[in-house]
């Protein structure tokens, strides 16, 4: 299956850029872009994209807030951060808003195109080896952990122990065949793990059960 991509940034270098990386690509191809969030938001709607690479600073709308109303419509897309900064604190917002990742904007052309295979998958939480410091710092920041919906508190109730190690395996940046080695387990049964992980918190993908974890102190920063 081909991964259809939607670039939203407000510079037209950055936009050709990674449309010509991406369309080089045998399984990616680039169906749009978009110059500001607010635009992002419209073009989701008419095209439909797998994946949205999405600049944070941008006029009219930014990343974060168009975001946030991508994930509220229940698109289907996923959105992967685009950023120069590796500890830009806006990123921690969009994840929260619930972006599927982040990817630095000078990353090679393996790395975006494997950035946004990852997201696409929704098999493991993006980490050029930065996400989960740039989660882990940023959880700092709360003086208290985030007070979650009582809907949500129920259901992190109603996670098995077994469960709840696998969450905060996931939020220590770990994949499913790692966790499955740490557990003594097949893979197969660490997907299942996470599927019902997702499902019973109301989250997108492991990126949010990252940020969960971290706020929800299962897992303590450093």
Aim: proline share 3%.
């Amino acid at each position: 299956m081909t991964i259809r991509v939607l670039i939203a940034d407000d510079q037209m270098m950055v936009r050709e850029g990674f449309s010509v990386l991406l369309n080089a690509m045998p399984d990616i191809e680039v169906v749009g872009e978009a110059v500001n969030g607010r635009d992002a938001v419209e073009r989701v709607r008419e095209l439909a994209p797998d994946v949205v690479l999405m600049d944070i600073r941008m006029p009219e709308m930014n990343g974060i807030e168009a975001t946030r109303e991508i994930v509220a419509a229940n698109s289907t897309a996923k959105v992967l951060v685009l950023t120069t900064f590796d500890l830009d604190e806006y990123v921690y917002q969009a994840l929260r808003a619930g972006a599927s990742g982040f990817l630095l904007k000078d990353a090679s052309a393996r790395q975006l195109a494997d950035g946004v295979r990852v997201v696409a998958a929704g098999e493991a939480l993006l980490a050029p080896s930065v996400t989960r410091r740039l989660i882990t710092e940023f959880s700092k920041l709360s003086e208290s952990p985030r007070l979650m919906p009582t809907a949500q508190q129920a259901a992190y109730g109603d996670l098995t122990e077994r469960e709840t190690e696998v969450l905060v395996l996931i939020a220590q940046g770990l994949s499913n065949g790692e966790i499955a080695e740490r557990l003594v387990v097949a893979e197969s049964t660490i997907k299942t793990h996470v599927s019902r992980i997702l499902v019973k918190l109301g989250l997108r993908d492991r990126t949010q059960a990252a940020v969960f974890a971290y706020e929800a102190r299962l897992v303590t920063p450093g």
